[in-house]
């Protein structure tokens, strides 16, 4: 709902939002330089003194105005000549032109009417009504993205755009909620829609008739600093009945031209004094560096008008059709999807194709229509679930739980949860766990144990529909493709080959770099920039679905390397591990933020095992800044599968990494990582107390180990896995 | 537009009643290129003694600005009642404003003086910017304004 709510206005407002936005950005340059060009007046100078000063230069003067930038301008006639300056209060001369700055009055007739008059006027309004609810809506989804509101600024992962987007308006939002309703209630003031119109005393019925009572004498005039001048208009000459009319920001006031007595005042209004207060706000005027930040904030809106579209694209392209849904009540699979971005409605999609190809009626929909009354022909649910946020329910899964919990008792149908999430956020599949929880509690009965697929992986998806096929009794193979990337073609340069000997043939296969078109170059895509710890998608030949491998190399290694090890079987596996110096793979690159050692310069606790040590043996050839590195590295036997055994020393040698150590699983005493560290308990802890920052690449169940036995080192400081994942300092990789 | 303003037959007191002799004046007034928005004009006759007698038209809209068209605020306290129904849109800087009035005869030769305030946003405001005896002989022949008027003429 807030999406929607979000989504429609922005696409709908977003040239009239961009217009205004960068309209007001340059208008709010004008307030502070007119601050700094404005001759300022001495301390002390009262606004009869300047009267005086200003009517000896020029006799003949009318009207004396003071802008809220402290800038002052007088207007007289000269021997029937209409005149006006900007005036030097410290001599009353004029020194610079009174009129008006023609590039500012045609930016403020575009910003506020787009030239187009009272339509105009309303066009803009409408775009500011637009700004405030994406403003609104927007910290709404940002809160919900990052956990809660006291989570605002917390670290974000995932596709650039949507990070862009987010890091701008997090920062911006305050600026536009406050443009955009300020702009509203000054639409609403032009228009007369609000009572803030000027009180202006009546004018005296009774003057002294005398004239020539010259202003610099007047008390009313000696007592009022220049800081509160607004206006002052002089009698016309020979008009007796005529008064001096006063306006300071406090009110207005006439004084009698004969005597210099205050013959009447009016105090501004509340209402006036907001009003006025609104427009400082706004236009920056007696407000410049304020003015300044809010047009700065502004900018930030063309940004991620162009980020928002992108992101908004991704979606689009996201979510496939669906052919041949079948109604809820007549459909024997009921397949409910709780997506956010769009991307779990793909998976939904293979597999309602492949359920529907083995002759099942499957009808999709969306985890928040679960209504199980009316599945009448349901012989099982099946739910597809991602998690938001810090374990919230995806936008198409809000209020599922509700529901369900709602239900008096469970229907006598099987269910299935598959959660979809990325195993480097603390809350992995949080959402998907708590409905199959939930479903448990009710007593649903189980079709298939919960399970998860990290990071939108095709054969973990693959293996779930494996399971799935064999619980129905059908074969089930599910080829999941997501969106498939333009692939660059890699030609292999050298390999190196490892493992024979433990039955677990591996190599190190390094490719050169790819030709980068110029505009891939500029735009940072394809092969043109990327990291150790990104991934390489490698489509083999005569597979349906691209398997991912960890870069050893960054851009500036000159190569890109990855280690693979040699699957029995393995469609991808075993054709990179035949290739040989010439032959060629089509491959695309994944970035990968989330794996990344970052800048600091904290030290690394790098943990691998078997073919995970390809990216953390990358980072220790990237660290010529000599970052203290640990690196804990699990294999079989150091005779043959010790990956890069013969870099290693040179790398210690340079200071690339501090300490390496190793744990052997095969022999006397099988030694794995996570023993490895136990051993090394109180450094580990010492380190991890002292800021460093942990890595973690390899297999599932090294992983787990490895989360295992850190719980249990850092249990006596106080700290655990879940909280250094929250911080960012607890990163994995895992396949 | 202008003849479609011209129907809408002049209801103030200037259309005296009992003087049931009326004629139709058209009012042109040309603005010089004063380099800003456009322009408030306010159009209303005075009597002899300098007494506010009625208005004929008010170029503007919107009504909060109507105080800096100060002699004509203060003659009527800002009544927008006295321009209802002949107000008409701001004038641009070159432009010209052509209204057509049916007014009493009675007004001309009288001592009744028309006047022009003028406003322009961000610029000065100017009252009394056109004043002219209203009399038969005067009729097209144009006089200047003291800011913003290039040229302003009534014609029978």
Redesign the interface.
């Known amino acids: 709902m807030i999406r929607a709510l979000h989504r429609w206005p922005g696409l709908l407002a977003l040239a009239l939002v961009t217009i205004l936005a960068l309209s007001g950005a340059a208008l709010s340059v004008f307030p502070a330089a007119e601050r700094i060009a404005a001759p300022q007046p001495e301390t002390g100078l009262t606004v009869a003194g300047l009267a005086d000063r200003i009517q000896t230069v020029y006799p003949g003067v009318?009207?004396i105005r003071r802008s809220p930038s402290g800038r002052i301008t007088a207007?007289w006639?000269d021997q029937?000549a209409?005149g006006?300056a900007v005036i030097d209060p410290a001599t009353g001369e004029g020194v610079a032109s009174?009129?008006?700055n023609?590039a500012e009055?045609w930016l403020t007739?575009l910003h506020r009417s787009l030239f187009l008059?009272?339509g105009g006027r309303i066009a803009m309004a409408a775009g500011a009504a637009a700004m405030l609810v994406l403003s609104l809506s927007g910290a709404a989804l940002v809160a919900r993205r990052t956990g809660g509101w006291r989570h605002w600024f917390a670290r974000l992962r995932g596709p650039l755009a949507g990070r862009l987007h987010v890091e701008i308006a997090r920062i911006a939002v305050v600026g536009l909620v406050l443009s955009s309703t300020t702009a509203l209630w000054m639409t609403a003031?032009?228009?007369?829609l609000l009572p803030d119109?000027?009180a202006?005393p009546?004018?005296p019925t009774e003057v002294s008739g005398a004239t020539g009572f010259a202003p610099g004498q007047m008390a009313t005039l000696r007592q009022t600093p220049i800081a509160e001048l607004r206006e002052l208009?002089f009698p016309?000459p020979g008009d007796a009945t005529d008064v001096f009319?006063l306006k300071t920001d406090r009110g207005t006031g006439y004084l009698d031209q004969g005597t210099g007595a205050l013959l009447a005042w009016a105090d501004l209004t509340g209402w006036e004094r907001v009003s006025e207060t609104i427009y400082m706000l706004h236009t920056g005027q007696g407000a410049a560096t304020l003015g300044l930040v809010l047009g700065l904030m502004a900018l930030g809106v063309p940004a991620m008008g162009a980020t928002g579209v992108l992101v908004w694209l991704a979606g689009l392209r996201g979510r496939p059709r669906i052919r041949g849904n079948q109604p809820a009540g007549r459909a024997e699979t009921i397949l409910l999807v709780g997506s956010e971005g769009g991307s779990t409605w793909g998976f939904a999609a293979t597999l309602h194709a492949a359920l529907t190809q083995a002759g099942q009626s499957v009808h999709v929909g969306p985890m928040s229509g679960f209504a199980p009354e009316s599945y009448a022909n349901a012989q099982r649910i099946i739910l597809l679930a991602a998690t938001y946020g810090d374990g919230a329910a995806p936008a198409s899964a809000k209020g599922f739980l509700d529901r369900l919990n709602a239900c008096d008792r469970a229907a006598d149908i099987p269910i299935a949860v598959l959660g979809f999430g990325d195993r480097s956020f603390p809350a992995y599949c949080a959402y998907a766990e708590s409905v199959a929880t939930a479903a448990e509690a009710k007593g649903w009965p189980e079709l298939l144990a919960f399970d998860t697929i990290d990071r939108q992986s095709p054969q973990d998806f693959a293996r779930w529909g494996r399971a799935l096929g064999d619980a129905l009794g059908i074969e089930l193979e599910l080829s999941h493709r997501p969106v498939q990337p333009q692939t660059t073609t890699l030609t292999l340069v050298s390999r190196r080959d490892y493992g024979a000997e433990v039955q677990a043939p591996t190599a190190i296969l390094r490719f050169a770099l790819p030709r980068v078109a110029l505009w891939q170059r500029l735009l940072g895509g394809g092969f043109a920039r990327f990291q150790t710890g990104d991934l390489i998608g490698i489509l083999p030949e005569g597979g349906t679905v691209p398997r991912l491998y960890s870069l050893a190399s960054g851009r500036r290694d000159g190569f890109i390397e990855i280690v693979v090890k040699k699957h029995p079987g393995g469609l991808c596996s075993g054709q990179l591990t035949a290739l040989e110096p010439g032959d060629t793979v089509s491959a695309f690159l994944r970035p990968n933020p989330g794996f990344r050692p970052g800048r600091s310069r904290a030290p690394l606790i790098l943990i691998g095992a078997g073919t995970g040590i390809g990216p953390l043996a990358g980072f220790v050839r990237g660290n010529t800044r000599r970052r203290p590195i640990h690196l804990f590295f699990g294999m079989r036997h150091p005779d043959s599968d010790f990956f890069y055994g013969e870099e290693f020393p040179g790398w210690q040698d340079e200071g690339r990494v501090s300490r390496l150590v190793t744990a052997v699983s095969r022999g006397a005493r099988p030694h794995y990582v996570q023993d490895a560290l136990r051993s090394e308990a109180t450094q580990v802890a010492e380190l991890i107390r002292n800021g460093a920052r942990v890595m973690v690449c390899g297999g599932r169940d090294m992983a787990a180990g490895v989360a295992e036995a850190l719980a249990e080192i850092l249990a006596p400081a106080g700290l655990t896995p879940a909280v250094l994942k929250a911080e960012g300092r607890y990163v994995e990789d895992v396949y | 537009m202008k003849s479609l303003l011209a129907t809408l037959a002049l209801t103030t007191a200037l259309t005296l009643p009992g003087l049931a002799m009326a004629r139709p004046v058209t009012l042109t007034t040309t603005l010089n290129n004063y380099?800003?928005?456009g322009a408030y004009l306010a159009l209303y006759v005075t009597d002899a003694s300098g007494a506010y007698v009625g208005s004929l038209w008010m170029a503007g809209?919107?009504?909060?600005y109507y105080?800096h068209l100060?002699d004509w605020?203060?003659a009527t306290?800002?009544d927008t009642a006295q321009v209802n129904g002949i107000t008409g849109?701001s004038v641009g800087a070159g432009r010209s404003l052509e209204i057509t009035l049916d007014l009493a005869d009675a007004l001309f030769d009288a001592g009744y003086t028309l006047h022009i305030d003028a406003a322009v946003?961000?610029?000065?405001?100017?009252p009394?910017e056109v004043a002219v005896p209203l009399t038969t002989d005067g009729a097209g022949t144009p006089v200047r304004g003291?800011?913003y008027v290039a040229s302003f003429a009534y014609d029978m």
């Open positions: 009318e009207q207007y006639f029937g209409p006006a009174a009129d008006p023609q009055r007739n008059g009272d003031s032009t228009f007369d119109g000027g202006i009546a004018m208009s016309y009319t | 380099g800003g928005d809209g919107k009504s909060k105080e100060s605020y203060r306290g800002g849109a946003e961000d610029m000065r405001d100017s009394n003291r800011r």
